[in-house]
Nanobody
């Protein structure tokens, strides 16, 4: 069974940057569509960005230009570079994998807190 482990979250001041990582076990990473989602306190989980197996990227409209999703298939790792962070970016960030053979899997999340 595939496992996803997020890391890189923490406390940062407004205007700062963080880089999240998601390490994926198993051998299906390179054939999987990967995504980041986030859930702020009291709100529903929302999609942040996706990256295809061919590294095509898509972003939520409000985040494009500040966030960059990338993947390293040799390391089975997904990344999210977050720049110019704002208080509204405070949330738990989740890594998601979707594979035609194995379906959808989620990590446990990493907390990002932006202080103003």
């Amino acid at each position: 069974q595939v496992q996803l482990v997020e890391s890189g979250g923490g406390l940062v001041q407004a205007g700062g940057s963080l880089r999240l990582s998601c390490a994926v076990s198993g051998s299906i990473f390179s054939s999987s569509v990967m995504a980041w989602h986030r859930q702020a306190p009291g709100k529903q989980r929302e999609w942040v960005a996706s990256i295809s197996t061919g590294s095509s990227t898509r972003y939520a409209d409000s985040l494009e230009g500040r966030f960059t999703i990338s993947r390293d298939n040799a390391k089975n790792t997904l990344y999210l570079q977050m720049d110019d962070l704002q208080s509204e970016d405070t949330a738990v960030y989740y890594c998601n994998l979707w594979n035609a053979r194995g379906g959808s899997s989620w990590g446990l999340g990493t907390q990002v807190t932006v202080s103003s």
